[in-house]
């Protein structure tokens, strides 16, 4: 599972019949790859909540989207699977199916929203208007995968 993390001042998303808009906080591209899981989607969350990516009063990264009282946007973003290394189109081929895929995003935001980050969201699988306002900017990537590889290989 990937997400592309983006601290924002405010951040919105539009749809036939569907608007959502936070203030300051995160918007999250999430993104189900095949052999995800409900690990991966808790891992994720945990990660999304906890992350120290907010100034302190020195300006110092210190502080989590949990610890300044933020919101999350959650939009689903199957193109962050996209392999563009071959030809001109990208491949998506290691995107989860469309209903793995809802599942496991609706899980992701169920987490979150547990974790204690008000959580707004899109539309899976619609065409979407997405406004962000980047807040530095300060954007990461995380892969749930990474963090597999790694435990596989400590062992």
Known sequence: MRALLQRVKRGGVRTTGHTEAIAAGLVVLLGVGEGDSE????????KTANLRIFS???GKFDKSVLDVKGEALVISQFTLYGDASAGRRPD???????????????YYVKALGALGVPVKTGVFGAEME??????????????????????????
């Open 130 to 155: 997405v406004e962000i306002i980047n807040d530095g900017p300060v954007t990461l990537w995380l892969d749930s995968r990474r963090k597999r590889d790694t435990e596989s290989r400590s062992v």
């Open 39 to 46: 690990q991966d989607a808790d891992f994720l969350a945990g």
């Open 56 to 58: 302190n009063a020195e």
């Open 92 to 106: 998506f081929t290691k995107a989860a199916k469309p209903a793995e895929a809802e599942r496991l995003y609706l």
